[in-house]
């Protein structure tokens, strides 16, 4: 997942467990024996994630919502890639890359871009 979405080496050393963890909840969702998957043999129905499922760096703007007129005239949205889902929240909140801050963020305002890192960059 990593090497598919182009993702620079210096950035993949602090991205590898939300790449695993990512990587977890999306084999339980695609494996499949006898037609189910892991998810649906344990727990008898089909995952919710399976309906907002995103591209490990897939690019994104995180879009930051203000009251004051003046920061509305300004460029709003911040560049950040998808690592994988956030738990005990919403199915539509994301643990996203902020490329600015270098942080990982859990955001729903989101707009994604359907390209990868590697795509966006180079």
Not at 40 to 58: A, D, H, M, N, Q
Not at 96 to 102: G, L, N, Q, R, V
Not at 106 to 113: A, E, N, S, Y
Request: net charge positive; charged share 30%; with cysteine.
């Amino acid at each position: 997942m990593l090497n598919n979405s182009g993702i620079e080496p210096e950035m993949r050393e602090k991205l590898w467990a939300e790449c695993g963890a990512t990587a977890t909840i999306l084999s339980n969702l695609m494996v499949k024996r006898n037609d189910k998957s892991p998810h649906e043999r344990c727990y008898g129905t089909r995952s919710p994630y399976e309906r907002v499922l995103k591209i490990f760096g897939e690019m994104g703007l995180k879009m930051e919502n203000s009251k004051n007129l003046s920061e509305k005239l300004r460029n709003r949205g911040n560049l950040c890639f998808f690592v994988g889902f956030a738990k005990d929240h919403a199915l539509n909140a994301y643990r996203a890359f902020d490329i600015e801050s270098k942080k990982v963020i859990i955001t729903r305002d989101v707009k994604w871009l359907k390209m990868t890192y590697g795509d966006h960059f180079n």
